[in-house]
Nanobody, 126 residues
Framework: VQLQASGGGLVQAGGSLRLSCVAS????????MNWYRQAPGKQRELVAR????????YGDSVQGRFTISRDDDAKNTVYLQMNSLKPEDTAVYYC????????????????????WGQGTLVTVSS
C-alpha cells in the first residue's frame, strides 16, 4: 500500500489550496483517513479526520477554514480544502490512513493505521 500526497505550494495569506492523497495497492477496506501537519520545530498534529462513513473531525486551529472529504469510488482519495490560509498554517502536510489488506493466499485480513504519505509542503506568506 502506498499513499501519494500532492497539492502543496506557496500561497499568500487569505488564499486557498487543495491537497490530495491517493491510496493505492492491495486495499481491501479503506477506513479512516487523516491529514496531519508538522511545522518546523513543532510536533506533528492532527489537522482533520474522516471516517469511512464520512464523519469528520478537525483541529481547533483549522475549524471552519479547512474541509476534509474523500472519494472512495475507484479513486481511494482524500482531499483537504484549505481556505483563509494563515502564515501559521505553514507546515509539511502528511496524509495517513487506516487500511485493511487481504492476503488471499491465506485469507488473512490485516488492519494497520500507520500508512503515511510522503508529505507535501504548504507555505503561507504574510
Amino acid at each position: 500500500v502506498q499513499l501519494q500526497a500532492s497539492g502543496g505550494g506557496l500561497v499568500q495569506a487569505g488564499g486557498s489550496l487543495r491537497l490530495s492523497c491517493v491510496a493505492s495497492g492491495k486495499i481491501f477496506t479503506l477506513n479512516a483517513m487523516n491529514w496531519y501537519r508538522q511545522a518546523p520545530g513543532k510536533q506533528r498534529e492532527l489537522v482533520a479526520r474522516i471516517t469511512s462513513g464520512g464523519s469528520t473531525n478537525y483541529g481547533d486551529s483549522v475549524q471552519g477554514r479547512f474541509t476534509i472529504s474523500r472519494d472512495d469510488d475507484a479513486k481511494n482519495t482524500v482531499y483537504l480544502q484549505m481556505n483563509s490560509l494563515k502564515p501559521e498554517d505553514t507546515a509539511v502536510y502528511y496524509c495517513n490512513a487506516d487500511i485493511d489488506t487481504m492476503d488471499w493466499a491465506t485469507t488473512t485480513l490485516e488492519r494497520r493505521d500507520d500508512y503515511w504519505g510522503q508529505g507535501t509542503l504548504v507555505t503561507v506568506s504574510s
